[in-house]
């Protein structure tokens, strides 16, 4: 009997083509099975290995399985991956069954059965040395990021961030940013002069260039001036030519795209890197991820150009270069990873999209490029003097274009000169002395810094983008014209911060030492656990004379922000001292009570205002009512209070929760407004302003107080909205309960002239589920049909006995000063 192998691939495209190249492409579907083979694909990153559901998948899947196979990309990243794939298969080398890695750089049909045809180990050593990142930045950054957040986040009126982060690469990153903001802010200019003559010359009017350059005193460059006046000719001292070339590019990597993309192209690195490794799993390139710019001696590059041989746009000059002999690609770097990044087979720009053209488009283009020859051209350089002075003029003609015409952006900018003949003298037409000011260098760009983190190892060709992304979404940068990133007051009030308690959290040099040891791990030169050891007993030390030295930096933030006192507009009266507090709209939005200095945060979105006046039964907190966004947002009212700090357990989903992860767990912006609130007798609460359960969650469809006349049901746990009998006067519920689906009985009182009521009436009393009359008249907005044979009862806001109070006391405050301790 054949022996039953398992292929595992990342991505359900890549296994797609793993699939149809091994099946001779007779394979379409989810799971793929070949014989014996079967090939399995992850939906995602190594998150999702996590969740039991895929463990429990893989582990049925490699029943009965002989042999494993790993179709996972071919970067340490993957490797890590694999390794949590053998964990989650249950295979181990000591039972007899054989485990394989495959290395590819792209999918197609050659590199897939390349791969198959040489199957190696997979690489611990790489997979432990991603451990050990994972581990030190995760540690290391929400050691920092969860006691600057807890220790600014209620202090500042107009601080606009709801996570005061830290990252040991996204820090750095920062900090080139900020470093070159200063030397702008502190830059102090100068006046300058220069010289400019023009001479007259065959029909051509010449701009001669100084040696000197500039000079930074007027009265001498007035004298320079005046002795050329005086001399009035410019002598031909000597004319020379010489033969120049223009190196073609050596292949394209990783980082050399994220510079092009966003200097040329105007994408931001995030989404370089989505648009190729969209067109990296639809087979068009090879694999973006790579250090190297060298190809490997064995590299097809006659099979390459073949397959672009028939694009509309590249395809001539593709043959052109199979029909004169293409030149092979200067030397590069050979990084040991993968070759560089190069088209794999022919696109046009309707099956890709705008964007994912553009890029593609620039791939073609530099690889085209880097077979092509150099760009040849003449420099003559004619120099001259008059007045004891030296001046020049250089022209260029180009002779071959080379690799220029498939990249033109590259070009020599062409300049004629007339023929000149040394000795000869020339009458100078004019003379200018222009005047200028020295000029700050600009803003860092995207390629600029991208650079610097090259240069000093922040990142690696996988996480640069991320950590670019990190700083503007955490609005630490503004992205701004020409893609220009200029740090925020918060982003600059951090970077000082550091650097008044300790420069080494804001500087490269520790995580090119972190890199440099993750690297030694990677080739099996360093222990996983030692380092790791090392680098956080480092920075433990670092974290508890940081935690000692806030209020340094806490000192830029006074002078930065506002106090919470100083911020927001008066609401709402706290429930404790009966005083009004203010409403701070910026991120996190929050009520701030000045005389009991505390803070209550509110939902994010959406906009909140004082409710009637109204107070809470449990507090006596004003109500405030909340209005979400959109034509179809809902409106709910809500106590500052209980929403911060529900009076009530049992409540396992509060609203503003994250769809993944622990939705009962209490954050800024997360909490229990009153419609999930159980209290038997607050007129507010789901208990009396629930209608019926929910047809398509397991929460309650509680009547929106404030949508008149266009009144509406809308569930509590979910989107789901119903219409109500539109232009009523007044809709309101019972205390009355409908005695066959246990639904509240509302109360309608319809409009006189649209009353659908016999004889002119308006009052009428009914459930909307088994009311022949209001069932008529409601309409479902998002969700199934609504019926009165769907579930009955009040869903969450059935029971009573299942919600137990707590006091208010029970609340304990949380040391922010926490330690290694607690992860």
């Known amino acids: 009997m054949a022996p039953k192998v398992l292929m595992v691939a990342e991505k359900p495209s890549i296994a797609l083509s793993i699939a149809s190249v091994l099946s001779g492409a007779q394979i379409f579907q989810p799971l793929f099975k070949i014989g014996q083979i079967q090939i399995l694909q992850i939906f995602s990153r190594h998150r999702y290995l996590r969740r039991n559901q895929t463990r429990r998948h893989l582990s049925q899947e490699a029943r009965g399985c002989s042999h494993l196979v790993l179709w996972l990309d071919c970067d340490r990243e993957g490797e890590n991956i694999c390794f949590e794939v053998i964990e989650c298969t249950g295979f181990h080398t000591s039972d007899g069954r054989r485990i394989y890695r495959a290395r590819f750089s792209s999918v197609t049909e050659k590199d897939i059965l390349k791969a198959m045809n040489s199957l190696v180990d997979p690489n611990r050593d790489e997979a432990l040395a991603v451990d050990a990142r994972q581990e030190i930045d995760l540690k290391v950054g929400v050691a920092f990021t969860r006691f600057q957040t807890s220790y600014f986040n209620g202090k500042y009126g107009n601080l606009d961030a709801r996570v005061i982060s830290y990252g040991p690469c996204q820090t750095p990153t920062l900090g080139f940013c900020v470093d070159r903001y200063l030397q702008i802010t502190m830059f102090k200019p100068e006046k300058f002069w220069m010289l400019h003559p023009y001479i007259m010359y065959k029909g051509y009017e010449l701009k001669l260039e100084w040696e000197r350059g500039r000079l930074f005193d007027a009265d001498v460059a007035a004298m320079f001036r005046n002795r050329l006046m005086e001399d009035g000719t410019m002598r031909v001292v000597r004319v020379s030519e010489k033969l120049e070339s223009k190196g073609r590019p050596s292949g394209l990597n990783t980082v050399n795209l994220l510079k092009v993309a966003s200097s040329a192209l105007g994408f931001g690195p995030q989404l370089t890197m989505q648009l190729a490794e ?56 050979d990084a040991g990873d993968h070759p560089p990044i190069t088209p794999m087979r022919s696109a046009i720009e309707d099956s890709l999209g705008n964007d994912a053209w553009k890029l593609y488009q620039y791939i073609c283009q530099h690889f085209l490029g880097t077979l092509s020859p150099d760009c040849r051209y003449r420099r003559i350089k004619v120099e001259f003097e008059s007045g004891g002075e030296q001046f020049q003029c250089i022209g260029q003609l180009v002779t071959v274009k080379g690799f220029t015409s498939i990249m033109p952006w590259l070009a020599i900018s062409e300049k004629n000169l007339p023929d000149f003949a040394e000795g000869e003298k020339i009458e100078i037409s004019k003379v200018d002395l222009d005047e200028g000011n020295t000029s700050p260098p600009d803003y860092l760009n995207e390629s600029e810094l991208i650079s610097l983190m090259e240069k000093h190892g922040i990142g690696t060709d996988a996480s640069i983008s991320v950590h670019i992304n990190n700083i503007c979404e955490r609005n630490y940068v503004q992205v701004q014209a020409g893609r220009r990133l200029v740090p925020t007051p918060l982003g600059i009030s951090l970077i000082r911060g550091y650097q008044c308690i300790d420069s080494d959290l804001c500087l490269p040099d520790i995580r090119s030492f972190i890199e440099h040891q993750i690297t030694l791990v990677a080739k099996g030169q360093a222990d996983h656990s030692m380092v790791v050891q090392h680098v956080l007993d480092q920075f433990r030390r670092k974290f508890s004379y940081f935690v000692k030295q806030i209020e340094n930096m806490d000192a830029l933030f006074e002078a930065q922000f506002s106090p919470l006192s100083d911020s927001g507009r008066l609401l709402s009266k706290c429930g404790k001292c009966l005083r009004y507090m203010k409403y701070i709209s910026t991120q996190p939005s929050r009520l701030y009570c000045g005389t009991c200095e505390e803070v209550y945060y509110v939902p994010q979105k959406g906009t909140v205002k004082l409710y009637k006046e109204l107070t809470c039964p449990l507090d006596n907190f004003e109500l405030l009512l909340c209005s979400m966004p959109g034509p179809e947002g809902k409106s709910f009212p809500l106590c500052p209070y209980c929403y911060n700090c529900p009076p009530f357990e049992g409540i396992d989903t509060f609203f503003g929760a994250p769809k993944t992860g622990d939705s009962s767990k ?77 639904s509240t009985i509302i109360e309608v009182d319809f409009n006189k002239k649209t009353t659908p009521l016999k004889d002119g009436a308006t009052l009428h009393k009914g459930c909307i589920l088994c009311d022949e009359l209001l069932h008529s008249l409601v309409e479902m907005k998002h969700g199934r049909s609504f019926s009165r044979h769907g579930r009955s009862g009040r869903g969450r806001g059935k029971g009573r006995g299942g919600y137990r109070g707590r006091g208010r006391g029970n609340n304990k405050q949380q040391d922010p000063k926490m330690s290694f301790r607690d992860f």
């Open 666 to 742: 209490l954050g800024k912006g997360v909490g229990m407004p009153c419609f999930l609130c159980p209290h038997p007798t607050c007129p507010h609460s789901v208990i009396a302003q629930g209608v019926c359960a929910c047809p398509e969650c397991s929460g309650t469809l509680v009547l929106d107080p404030v949508s008149a006349p266009k009144w509406r049901l809308c569930c509590n746990m979910c989107n789901c909205l119903v219409s109500l009998p539109e232009g009523a006067h007044r809709i309101s519920t019972t205390q009355d309960k409908c005695p066959e689906c246990e």
């Open 278 to 333: 969209r067109l990296y799993t639809q087979g068009f390139i090879s694999y973006p991820r790579t250090e190297s710019t060298a190809y490997p001696s064995s590299f097809d590059f006659r099979g390459t150009l073949v397959a672009l041989v028939h694009n509309p746009v590249f395809g001539g000059y593709a043959q052109k270069l199979l029909t004169e002999s293409y030149n092979k690609p200067r030397a590069g770097t």
